[in-house]
């Protein structure tokens, strides 16, 4: 009609997620969840938006994602918020807000949940996404490395993801790195006018970015740079090299990827990811590594940190999944008194754990029948005036075609025993 007004659209960069896939998503999260507590993490949850320096300190200042992905706006009292590009920094302000370093529970956590970056919209990329993540702090040994990965890696073949490589490298630490940077600055220097104007940009700031530059030719050219695992110091070599062979002992097959720096500033010795063929260019699965200097810099105590992040939307776009049918009871009846008795009948079988409907909708016995087996009712318990005076109801299994009278016992033994 003209001048009619109509409802805006769904913001570019997000998405309605409709009840018949959210079975999807809950399938992954519960699996996620269920293993995450066999290895003794906890689950934590933090505000959806902090204070904008929590994440510019956080995630690093030349990073992607302070300048250029950041939803940040000034609220009503003056200050500088930031719905959460990711959530490392926010797990950091938390132990040292809460001082949970100082209770005797291993420091370990995870959260399923929405994120924000203004980003170019793309096949299981959003700009409302959402990331399970696992964060492991004061243990410096590298075998929790190799236990991440493989508590990872068990995820995701439990949830059917197939055709997957695990990839590791070491990015180095405080005392090795600006040897590497140096060396990198002059090489990459001089191959400058091969490289993209960002990656130009980030000869200057960070270096070491270059080699998360997608562009093929900046990808070529990054072949010839040195690789930062020729430049450990020994702490970080014998860290390497014992994370590979923990990888080993879990019989995890892994390749060594001198280019995977990862996408943020604070990620020191080890990084991996884990990729799938079936993604295309953006093919990381999930990925992560260690912060081990992040905790002083936010001015809390000197214990490492670990952890790995993994986008629901592209874990969902690769795992496989057949929803398996609802089964319900739905209820037909005819009349006020039978309306009644539907009600309190419904309300004790919910109780002992049986999903009924009951619509309250005034439709004919037909009608209601027809609506049960639209949407595919396992059964179909009619009342009617005869029904309710005798205490007998029409139980009729949808599938078979089969009516039976029944008591109320009657009707929780055949649907309970199904």
């Given at each position: 009609?003209k ?11 997000t ?6 896939y ?10 996620a ?7 003794g993490?906890?689950?934590i ?20 994602i ?10 009503k009292g003056?200050?500088?918020?930031t ?14 807000e ?10 370990r ?8 970056r ?14 399970v993540?696992i ?11 190799a ?10 073949h439990k ?5 997957i ?16 940077h ?5 090489k ?5 006018e091969?490289?993209c104007e960002?990656c130009?940009?980030?000869i200057?700031?960070?270096p070491l970015?270059?080699?998360?530059c997608?562009?093929e030719?900046c990808?070529?050219?990054s ?11 020994s702490?970080?070599?014998?860290h ?8 080993d002992?879990?019989q ?28 295309g ?20 105590p ?5 952890g ?11 795992m496989?999944?057949?929803a ?30 049986v ?5 309250y ?8 029948m ?10 179909t318990?009619i009342?009617?005036e ?10 009729k299994?949808m ?15 055949a649907?309970?025993?199904?």
């Open positions: 009609m001048g009619e007004r109509k409802t805006p659209p769904a913001i570019k960069g998405q309605d997620i409709l009840p018949p959210v079975k999807k998503w809950q399938k992954a999260e519960t699996e969840k269920g293993l995450f507590e066999l290895y993490y906890k689950e949850r933090t505000p959806v938006f902090e204070p904008t320096e929590l994440f510019q300190k956080g995630t690093g200042p030349t990073s992607d302070v300048t250029k992905e950041m939803y940040t706006f000034v609220d003056g200050r500088s918020l719905l959460r590009p990711e959530y490392t920094p926010s797990v950091v302000r938390a132990i040292i809460h001082r949970l370093y100082l209770q005797p529970e291993p420091l956590f995870y959260f399923i949940g929405p994120m924000f203004y980003d170019k919209p793309q096949k299981g990329r959003y700009r409302q996404f959402h990331q993540n964060e492991v702090f004061n243990e410096k040994d590298s075998a929790i490395d236990e991440i990965v493989e508590m990872a890696d068990i995820l995701l949830l059917g993801v197939s055709d490589e695990v990839l590791v490298n070491s990015v180095g630490c405080k005392k090795c790195r600006p040897s590497y140096q060396e990198l600055k002059s990459a220097q001089a191959q400058k091969l490289l960002d130009q940009r980030k200057e700031t960070n970015r270059i080699f998360d997608k562009k030719t990808r070529e050219v072949q010839e740079f040195p690789k930062i695992i020729d430049f450990l110091c702490e970080c070599k014998e390497f090299e014992k994370f590979c062979s923990y990888l002992s879990y995890i097959p892994f390749r060594v990827e001198p280019r995977l720096v990862r996408g943020l500033d604070y990620y020191t010795k080890t990084t991996f990811e884990i990729v799938s063929s079936r993604l260019s953006q093919d990381a699965v999930l990925g992560g590594g260690r912060y081990d200097d992040m905790m002083t810099e936010f001015g809390g000197d214990i490492c940190g670990i790995f992040a993994m986008g629901m939307e592209r874990l969902l776009s690769v496989p999944y057949r398996e049918k609802d089964q319900f009871l739905y209820i037909v009846y005819l009349g006020e008194e039978a309306k009644k008795e539907g009600m309190e009948l419904v309300r004790e079988l919910r109780r002992e754990g999903p009924c409907l009951i619509e909708k005034d439709k004919s016995l037909k009608n209601q027809s609506r049960a087996n639209k949407l595919e009712a396992t059964w318990l009342i009617g005869e029904e309710v005076k005798s205490g007998e109801y029409s139980l299994n599938e078979s075609g089969v009516q039976e009278k029944v008591g109320r016992e009657g009707i929780r033994e649907v309970k025993g199904r």
